[in-house]
């Protein structure tokens, strides 16, 4: 069965605490996504990676960064986290060759900020 | 990529058809229409994708007008666990980003 596995499903965190958020996907896909979810605002793209070591801004970068040293592995890291960063964050992970765009999502990380 | 708009929300009875409509009127001849569902409090599942031709799979069916302009996500006999938000997106084949909107609320009443 494939897999996204996102490291925590709730973190609560201070302002200006440093955040990562860990996602590992086994099924040798090139491209990992992160998004995150906000009522009424659907999902939106913060950053996503085609490849190891490689990245892409998003609709909403500002305030995140990310990190791709391995091909299972995608990480978000919010430097200072601020009250406005609390939201659903959702990891995903895509197969560029063969297309389908089927994208395979983790459970979600929901991260508040106090 | 093309943007989408679908109604925040529909109902449908338990065992008829829920047919979710999606416009996306400024999409250009090598941008796929996708479906997406999530289910409260789980990721996003992917539905069904096409092009131009109707496409059915186990989960659904897809139709997608002659000029492309708009398309419908038809669940033939919806049960109470199709209660989910539904989302439509085109993309480019072999695009490296999937851009989600807000999506349809579908809620399916026993």
């Known amino acids: 069965d494939v897999k996204v596995t996102q490291s925590s499903r709730y973190l609560v965190k201070r302002t200006g605490e440093k955040v990562f958020l860990e996602c590992v996907q086994d099924m040798d896909h090139e491209n990992m996504f992160w998004y995150r979810q906000d009522p009424g605002l659907g999902l939106r793209l913060i950053y996503f990676?085609?490849?190891?070591?490689?990245?892409e801004k998003g609709d909403i970068p500002e305030g995140y960064s990310v990190s791709r040293e391995k091909k299972e592995r995608f990480s978000l890291i919010l430097e200072s986290a601020s009250t406005n960063q609390t939201s659903m964050y959702l990891c995903?992970?895509?197969?560029?060759?063969?297309?389908?765009?089927?994208?395979?999502f983790g459970e979600g990380s929901r991260l508040t900020v106090l | 990529d093309a943007k989408t708009t679908q109604p925040p929300s529909m109902d449908c009875a338990e065992g008829r058809a829920a047919n979710l409509p999606c416009n996306h009127s400024t999409i250009s001849g090598n941008e796929y229409v996708y479906w997406y569902r999530q289910i409260h409090s789980q990721g996003p599942q992917y539905i069904i994708h096409?092009?131009?031709n109707n496409e059915t799979n186990e989960m659904a069916s897809l139709i997608i007008t002659e000029d492309r302009k708009s398309s419908t996500l038809i669940l033939p006999h919806a049960t109470l666990r199709d209660t989910a938000v539904y989302y439509c997106?085109?993309?480019?084949?072999?695009?490296?980003?999937?851009?989600f909107g807000t999506g349809t609320r579908l809620t399916v009443i026993p």
């Open positions: 995903a992970s895509l197969k560029r060759k063969g297309m389908t765009g089927e994208l395979f």
């Open positions: 990676s085609y490849d190891v070591k490689m990245k």
């Open positions: 096409g092009l131009k």
């Open positions: 997106i085109v993309r480019v084949a072999g695009a490296n980003n999937l851009f």
